[in-house]
């Protein structure tokens, strides 16, 4: 008999981990717009045609630049792929190639989250030297906010990928004043697939001294580390005279633009894009992934205290705060999120007398995420530290309270973790503390914690392999097991 429930409480432990790491059924972040279909791949299947651009599916080129849907044989691109080139090039905007635009464009007042995608190869093995492109973020009509030029260079053979910003901080004269710094960030063999993305995040207003303060960052490939970090144009617009000063652009689309030298040798041999995804979004990616998903929050990094109603629908993440944000939660209402109502993700928070519900898929399912509360870390210099005291947890998909990692160590005292329970989908738990965590839980009512199919339990309190847990004074009833003891730890504990 003991043996038999020593194995169902290991499986459970198997389940309950679950939440951090890798998932069997995966859930993705949420965007206000994103362009259909996603990736735009130009194949046949998309009702693409091989020829000019031009009216195809959105597309614009009105300039009758060599832009063409061609064949192509290269592994990752499907059958067709759109081919440009610096065959002709002109100092226009408006009559370039244009991708096809979001209907909620991503500003600083609305979806101000923007992020596009695109993967480029070269059309020949040997391109001619100068063959450039420039890739930008833009309002439709030229409004650039960020800029990538690609380059081959034959002198090392390589394509070169440049990022430009401007970092002007007051009004200038004459037009065209604006401080640009153009850096060279990457290259790339030719007949090689590469895949770049913009992220952007476009934040109200300035910094205190006028200086831009919208975050771009680059990623190649599969790359979580940025190529760079930058800003956006949003200094030239907003004090070069020669675009106003005016408030800068929305972002809708992506342009991809010919100017500067042409070189008629390169046409139908310029540059191969393919995989084209765009979307704007009112949640900010925050670098914590989960189930491959770099997970967005639609409180990112608070300055000052959370507090009030945070309706997170359509972000993974309610209130996320990283290494060096320390924060301080009081008195709010988060629900709406998918993967996590509150993270403090390596650093210190404090969460008091607030409400956190309705955390998971709409309807639940039984993917394993869905918490209520999450203190992680498994690094001393950034260890995840706080207080949870006086809240309710109600309505989440799995789990009320995790605290994960051997450099977590948290107190979590006199809240009201309520579960969904008896239900046949989850196997939830109350509070979790597990993998090297430490914590003192007291004063706490756990409550609703019930699998109906009984393959495995559900908690009312959960440790497993912890690093060091003491728990007094708490109320637990209503839970297929009140507490599941997997390892609560030794003397880690420092409440």
Known sequence: MREHALKRLFLLAALVVAPIGVLGVFGGPAAADTISPSPITFDSSQGYTLGSINGQQGWSDTGGYDAQVVATGVSGFGDQSLQISDAATSGSFGDQTFAPGLTQPASETSNPYFTASFSIDTATASPNDGLHMSVSPDNGQGGRM???????????????????????????????????????????????????????????????????????????????????????????????????????????????????????????????????????????????????????????????????????????????????????????????????????????????????????????????????????????????????????????????????????????????????????????????????????VTGNTVSGHFYTPASVTACGLLFFQAGGVKQQMNTLFNNQTNLCNAGRGGGNLNP
């Open 146 to 440: 960020s800029y990538l030029r690609f380059q081959y260079q034959t002198s090392d053979h390589k394509v070169h990928v440049f990022f430009d910003d401007s970092n002007q901080s007051s009004l200038c004269s004459p037009a065209g004043c604006a401080n640009f710094t153009d850096t060279d960030i990457a290259q790339f063999a030719p007949n090689t697939v590469h895949t770049f993305t913009f992220a952007i995040n476009l934040v109200p207003g300035t910094n205190s001294n006028g200086s831009p303060n919208d975050v771009v960052k680059i990623y190649e490939d599969s790359s979580t580390t940025p190529l760079i970090t930058g800003t956006t144009w949003e200094g030239y617009y907003r004090y070069d005279p020669e675009s106003g000063p005016t408030t800068p652009p929305a972002i809708s689309t992506l342009l991809f633009r010919e100017a500067g030298a042409a070189s008629s040798a390169d046409l139908g041999n310029g540059y191969l894009i393919d995989n084209v995804s765009m979307s704007s979004s009112a949640c900010t990616p925050t670098g914590l992934v989960r189930d491959g998903i770099n997970l967005t929050a639609k409180v990112w990094n608070p300055s000052s205290p959370v507090t009030g109603t945070v309706d997170a629908s359509g972000c993974n993440i309610g209130v996320y705060y990283g290494p060096g944000h320390t924060g301080t939660v009081s008195g709010a209402n988060i629900s709406g999120a998918n993967y996590y109502g509150v993270v403090a993700d390596r650093t210190a928070v404090d969460i008091s007398n607030s409400s956190i519900h309705d955390i998971g898929e709409t309807p639940f399912n039984g993917t394993q995420h869905g918490v209520g509360v999450l203190y992680t870390s498994d690094t001393t210099a950034t260890p995840a530290t706080g207080t949870l005291s006086g809240t309710s947890i109600t309505r989440y998909q799995k789990n009320g309270v995790v605290v994960s990692g051997s450099k977590a160590n948290v107190t979590v005292k006199n809240n009201t973790v309520t579960g969904n329970g008896p239900v046949d989908y989850i196997a939830q738990n109350g509070i979790e503390i597990a993998s090297g965590a430490s914590a003192f």
